[in-house]
């Protein structure tokens, strides 16, 4: 989050070091292929969740 309380995104092979990762999502999981692992995750969704459900996760 920005100064202003903006919401912006960062990917993460543009960083340095490695992050501290307070909270994971995993989204789009309807369509993983059965041979992919997957980490743990606070959280998941079947398909792709709307602004408003994502702002809320990271607020939390």
């Known amino acids: 989050m920005t100064y202003d ?7 993460l ?3 340095n070091e490695m ?5 994971r ?3 789009c999981m ?5 041979w ?3 980490n743990q995750a606070n ?3 079947e398909t792709l969740p709307n602004t408003e459900k ?3 996760y990271f607020k939390e």
Do not use: C, E, R
């Open 5 to 11: 309380g903006s919401w912006i995104w960062i990917p």
């Open 13 to 15: 092979g543009l960083l």
């Open 19 to 23: 992050p501290d990762i307070k909270n």
């Open 25 to 27: 999502l995993h989204f």
């Open 30 to 34: 309807g369509s993983k292929v059965a």
């Open 36 to 38: 992919v692992m997957t």
């Open 43 to 45: 959280q998941s969704y």
């Open 54 to 56: 994502l702002f809320a």
